[in-house]
């Protein structure tokens, strides 16, 4: 298969999806729904959404019943980004080589962007179920999942211990807690939900599961390693800024090449988590394979 | 009935239905746990939580069954609360007279307070189903329909408007509509949740849909009467901050009386929605009546 194309497709699908869940200009407050356009459409790898269309797909599950779910995980992916560039978070100015929310818009409207794309989220959860009669349940409990990776058990738990964890020397297990529930727990409940959604067995779940909750700390790992290793240009954020804020990493922690093998270990167990599932789960085993080459 | 004990009874129910889903310390970022429960118990009335549990009431419903999403009202509000006073809103250093969530933690601690309790919210409501077999459907209704009063299309885009027409002369209309999005939607979706989680048939849940409205617009009406005529001691803030940020209020657009005679009409109205409804729904009746004296 060609990588490429898919994520294309992929991309564009979910695009347009979240395209009519968010028309730039809507209701009187049309200020806050142009900053939340404003995010949502900068420029994302959308790879939340990606990792649940595929994960329902290797399943052989639906496509189209999996897509509000998807969309829904890069409302609130988005909603992180957008609280995290605040000034009183990381200040950050650029994402993606354009100015941050707060700094297109301001704090007051950043924050409620934040909010608002949030609670969207939520919304097209639970508007997803409707043409779906008979599995409200297992929407439902999407939605707690969701919740648990994005809540103080998950992300906002994560963003405040990276928040605590700031100017000082971490562990290598401290600096796991905080990326299994900063960055991780969003991923694996990417991939859970598109199980889920998607039909698939009790098996195929937990074997899903586990692939996430690899992948996950991969895309940390490599994460770092391209905040090392990488350029500006391909980016679109200044290199090396981990290091002049700080911030825990995996260089930082192991080294470069102990941080290199380590990754390769992940994506390999990634990979190894899907032997019972066939070809359909093809492309989750090359976005795996891709976290060792990717540029940006 | 005696709606002084009818509160208090309610209100300690809902205290510690909350207290039971947020442990002051869980999980290892406690800092924002602790900072979730520090404004979750910051001395609020609980309006949302016991006009849900009211609306059950009156249709007949489960009170415990409907606890849940009392709980997740309130943990909606507060969210909103925390992030209002933020510096880049409406930069309050005292909420009911204790400092306000970034002022005892900071910042970035606040924003993710809020975040938190706005995502725990959802998880209430789809964890409250579970134990309900066969109606999850109304579930999904509910969070819907929260979702809607929280989000672009409500609270958010009413915070928006607020701090858009901030400064400016703004006309009557402009007023109304900030108001209901801002705190109008999510009290009507309080008492409509209650209505559908009750079970209450499709007339009930459109007459308490539209006692919920009414009430809505004269709790902020009575609140703008507060600010011009309270004192510090019983508002546990300063009074006449509306007319000092040169915030709109009905006060500063209709004239004392006319207000207060809006408020009376409005108060009738609410009450007269409910002619459908018997004894059972005294306690809403006795709400929106003490609107009209209450002082805090």
């Known amino acids: 298969m060609d990588l490429k194309v898919y994520l294309e497709e992929r991309r564009g699908e979910v695009n347009r999806a979240l395209e009519a869940y968010l028309p730039a200009v809507r209701g009187p407050a049309f200020r806050v729904t142009q900053a939340m356009h404003y995010s949502l459409f900068a420029g994302g790898k959308r790879l939340r959404p990606i990792l649940c269309l595929a994960a ?4 052989g599950g639906d496509r189209g019943e999996v897509l509000p779910v998807a969309c829904a995980l890069e409302m609130i992916h988005t909603y992180s980004l957008i609280h995290d560039d605040l000034p009183a978070m990381d200040d950050d100015d650029l994402r993606r080589g354009r100015p941050t929310c707060h700094k297109q818009f301001d704090e007051a409207t950043a924050i409620l962007a934040g909010d608002g794309l949030l609670t969207e989220a939520f919304h097209t959860l639970a508007a997803a179920a409707v043409r ?37 020397q971490v562990t290598l297990k401290e600096l796991e807690t905080i990326h299994r529930h900063k960055t991780g727990a969003l991923l694996t409940a990417a991939v859970r939900a598109g199980a889920l959604v998607g039909g698939g067995s009790r098996a195929a779940v937990t074997a899903l599961t586990d692939y996430g909750a690899k992948f996950g700390l991969a895309f940390q790992i490599t994460d770092d390693l391209l905040d090392v290793e990488g350029s500006a240009a391909e980016m679109g954020k200044a290199p090396g800024m981990d290091e002049k804020r700080r911030k825990a990493t995996y260089p930082a922690v192991l080294g470069l090449a102990a941080t290199r093998q380590w990754a390769q270990n992940l994506v390999a167990a990634a990979i190894a988590a899907l032997q019972s599932l066939e070809e359909r789960a093809e492309p989750l085993r090359e976005l795996a394979r891709y976290l060792l080459v990717r540029r940006s």
Chains 1, 2 share one sequence.
Not at 56 to 59: G, I
Not at 138 to 157: H, K, P, S, T, Y
């Open 132 to 168: 779906d009669e008979g599995r409200e349940g297992v929407m439902l409990e999407v939605i707690r999942l969701v919740a648990d990776a994005a809540g103080f058990q998950g992300m906002v738990g994560g963003q405040m211990l990276d928040l605590l964890a700031e100017g000082r």
């Open 56 to 59: 329902a797909e290797a399943v």
